[in-house]
């Protein structure tokens, strides 16, 4: 996926909104005030930091060499996934939909029922 169709799916998903952060180099994609995703934009290579669970980071970080840790951010918990050939796309929305089920997870029900009544 090239980083047009990385922010296309991000923004699909209910309730999302992007922000240019203070660099203005990064898209960072929000649900409920709270980042989901990171898309650099001046990168060489495509890629997006997503929010994961750790156990699943660490598998993750193992099985595929495209999958590293996100070093500006917590590293148990955030993944740089770069969009090459061992990534398909149908996996790369895989990512972005759990980084983003996460993040919903975690708001509060009240923040949760106004996003999605």
Not at 40 to 58: F, G, M
Not at 92 to 106: F, N, P, R, T
């Amino acid at each position: 996926m090239n980083k047009e169709e990385l922010r296309e799916y991000c923004i699909s998903l209910k309730g999302v909104t992007e922000h240019f952060p203070f660099d203005d180099v990064s898209l960072v994609f929000k649900v409920g005030g709270k980042m989901f995703a990171l898309l650099p934009l001046d990168a060489i290579e495509t890629s997006i930091a997503l929010k994961c669970d750790p156990d699943r980071a660490i598998d993750l970080r193992e099985q595929y060499d495209a999958v590293r840790p996100a070093y500006h951010f917590n590293k148990k918990h955030w993944n740089s996934v770069v969009s090459d050939t061992s990534i398909s796309p149908a996996f790369m929305k895989e990512l972005i939909s759990h980084s983003y089920e996460l993040v919903v997870a975690g708001l509060p029900k009240k923040v949760r029922a106004e996003l999605f009544s």
